[in-house]
Nanobody
Framework: VQLQASGGGLVQAGGSLRLSCAAS????????MGWYRQAPGKQRELVAT???????NYADSVKGRFTISRDNAKNTVYLQMNSLKPEDTAVYYC??????????????WGQGTQLTVSS
């Protein structure tokens, strides 16, 4: 599976942005999709996940502000980010897997897209 992320950029605090990630290749194997992020000097953290049935989970830090969704026909996952804060600044990575994106060696990763939120 290959993942191509897009949509990052520079936005002011309080603003909104939407990330997209398109999957190609063996997309029939994908069940779970999600987004991680990594800020400078910090560990990569899980932001949101969604399975093929549409069930979602979010990190506490983004609940109520971020919304993950997917278009199975387009093999694309989205992350709508509202009320952005400077602490959301990070490189965002999309991820896909046959079972779970939380852990495991079967995960496929996108190349990362930079989000910078200015105060």
């Amino acid at each position: 599976v290959q993942l191509q992320a897009s949509g990052g950029g520079l936005v002011q605090a309080g603003g909104s942005l939407r990330l997209s990630c398109a999957a190609s290749g063996s997309t029939f194997s994908i069940n779970a999709m999600g987004w991680y992020r990594q800020a400078p000097g910090k560990q990569r953290e899980l932001v949101a996940t969604i399975n093929s049935g549409g069930s979602t989970n979010y990190a506490d830090s983004v609940k109520g502000r971020f919304t993950i969704s997917r278009d199975n026909a387009k093999n694309t996952v989205y992350l709508q980010m509202n009320s952005l804060k400077p602490e959301d600044t990070a490189v965002y990575y999309c991820v896909a897997a046959p079972f779970t994106v939380v852990a495991g060696t079967l995960r496929s990763w996108g190349q990362g897209t930079q989000l910078t939120v200015s105060s």
